[in-house]
Structure formats: C-alpha cells, structure tokens
T-cell receptor
Framework: EDKVVQSPLSLVVHEGDTVTLNCSYEVTNFRSLLWYKQEKKAPTFLFMLTSSGIEKKSGRLSSILDKKELFSILNITATQTGDSAVYLCAVDLNAGNNRKLIWGLGTSLAVNP | SQTIHQWPATLVQPVGSPLSLECTVEGTSNPNLYWYRQAAGRGLQLLFYSVGIGQISSEVPQNLSASRPQDRQFILSSKKLLLSDSGFYLC?????????????FGPGTRLTVT
C-alpha cells in the first residue's frame, strides 16, 4: 500500500531556531514529491521535487529529495512566528490516468516569540 | 492567471439534510479537479477526482457524490448528511507540469453537521 509518513507530528520552537521536517514514502511508481504549507485555510504550494540531490530554495525555506533512501526534508532557517502552520508532504504517483497525490498527515509547527 | 472559487465558506446543516458544495476554476481549461476532506485540521482525505466532464473517480465509499457538469465546475453533493460528514472540504485543481501534477487549492468550506 502506498504511504507517506511525516515526522515529527508536531514541533514547538522559538523564533530564530532552525527546523527540519521529514517526509518518508513507500510508493510504487514515484513521480514527484510536493510540500505544502497550511495555515488556517487551504494549503499553499511550496515546492515540487523530482530529482535527487537538487535543493529547491525559497527565502528561508529549502527542500531536498533522496530517491534512494525515499525521503525528503524541509528546512526552515531563522524561523518567524509567521512560519507557524501545518506542513504537508504529498507524493505524486506515476500511474497513467490515476492522477492523485498520496498525502502525509502533516507536521504542526508552532514558532513562539 | 488561474483562480479557484468555492462556496459557501461556512455551512451548518442538520443531520439528514442535503448538501451541495460548488467549485469553479478560472483561467485554465481541462483541469484535473479534486475534492478533499480534512478533519481536525490534519490529514487530507481524497474523496473524488475528475479528469474531464462527466468523469468521476471515487476514492472512498460513502454517502457523498460528485459531478462535473462543465469543464471547470465540480460539485460535491449528499442526499442525507451524517454527523461524520463534518469537516473542512477543499477543492483543488491541477494541470500536468513537467515532472508532476502540482495541485492548487480553493479557500475551502467548513461544514458542521448538527
């Protein structure tokens, strides 16, 4: 059965800390891995990763994929209270017309001032 | 640019009443469309997805149904709501990009069944 596991489930840090969120997966026919940030409403897209070892970066956020060990990490440096959110990881399966994502349960990050 | 609309934003319905949630996408054609439910702010559960007009795939058997009467319109329905149908309902769309299907979400509908 295809599955995506995120860890930790929740995390509390202080402003300025650096955090690393993990996403591991066991799927057939991997195509890409996606990271989303969800605050109070709909998830917003952060990154899509398809190749191992190539870091995607946006400001203080960065992410990398390891297709050999089947995981990805999302790093946030110099955290701010606005980074508080649930971070969701999803894997896109290469399964012909079966176009759907397999989602993890998310990591809830709280950044305290 | 593409935008996705969902309405209503909030809904309180009694058990046994019908449901109709609507989602429309602008600025793209022939998108893949998805309905998700999220309970307690975590865990996106895929309910239905559609690759074209009239083409609906159901992921979870339940008392909900979906329809796609037009290319950019996706409707989630129920004839009789259950208490367990409460949750945050999200519509999403995607178009295949190089390497994968990036999904974009609507603002969501928070449904409370009383």
């Amino acid at each position: 059965e295809d599955k995506v596991v995120q860890s930790p489930l929740s995390l509390v840090v202080h402003e300025g800390d650096t955090v690393t969120l993990n996403c591991s997966y066991e799927v057939t026919n991997f195509r890409s891995l996606l990271w989303y940030k969800q605050e109070k409403k709909a998830p917003t897209f952060l990154f899509m990763l398809t190749s191992s070892g190539i870091e995607k970066k946006s400001g203080r956020l960065s992410s990398i994929l390891d297709k050999k060990e089947l995981f990805s990490i999302l790093n946030i440096t110099a955290t701010q209270t606005g980074d508080s959110a649930v971070y969701l990881c999803a894997v896109d399966l290469n399964a012909g017309n079966n176009r759907k994502l397999i989602w993890g349960l998310g990591t809830s990050l709280a950044v305290n001032p | 640019s593409q935008t996705i609309h969902q309405w209503p934003a909030t809904l309180v319905q009694p058990v046994g009443s019908p449901l109709s949630l609507e989602c429309t996408v602008e600025g793209t054609s022939n998108p893949n469309l998805y309905w998700y439910r999220q309970a307690a702010g975590r865990g996106l559960q895929l309910l239905f997805y559609s690759v074209g007009i009239g083409q609906i795939s159901s992921e979870v058997p339940q008392n909900l149904s979906a329809s796609r009467p037009q290319d950019r319109q996706f409707i989630l329905s129920s004839k009789k709501l259950l208490l367990s149908d409460s949750g945050f309902y999200l519509c999403a769309w995607s178009v295949r990009l190089l390497g994968g299907y990036e999904q974009y979400f609507g603002p969501g509908t928070r449904l409370t069944v009383t």
